[in-house]
Structures are given as C-alpha cells and as structure tokens.
C-alpha cells in the first residue's frame, strides 16, 4: 500500500530507519527495511507535490494501513 499510494506522486520518497535509508517507492526497498510494529520511521518527501504525499503516506499509517483492529 505505501509504495502504491507515493507512487501516485511526482516527489522523491525515502523510509529512513536505524541509519538505513531506502527508496520508498520501491517495494523491494520497503520489504527490505524490516520496519516491525512500533519501529521508529523517518519519512523524507522531496518535489514538487512533497506535502500532499506526506498528506497521504501520514493517512495510510494514521488509519492502520486499512487492518482490522
């Protein structure tokens, strides 16, 4: 879902965790990163649409990445 849904932006999107940064566009990148419940996540956007994908990649966590709680 995360790579899906910044993939719809035209900016840049970095996962920075424990000093390791990944493409966060990519999903090789994400699976990658090995970010457990509860990790600690830097979201980097950059370009020209930066605020409206932090706006939606935020929302995915906010609503629990669509899981059933």
Do not use: P
């Amino acid at each position: 879902m995360i790579v899906r849904t910044a993939s719809r932006f035209g900016s840049e999107f970095y996962i920075q965790k424990d000093g390791y940064e990944i493409n966060g566009k990519s999903i090789i990148g994400v699976m990658t990163l090995a970010a457990e419940q509860g990790a600690t996540l830097t979201l980097v956007f950059e370009g020209e649409d930066e605020e409206a994908a932090a706006d939606a990649v935020a929302q995915l966590f906010a609503d629990g990445f669509g899981e059933v709680k």
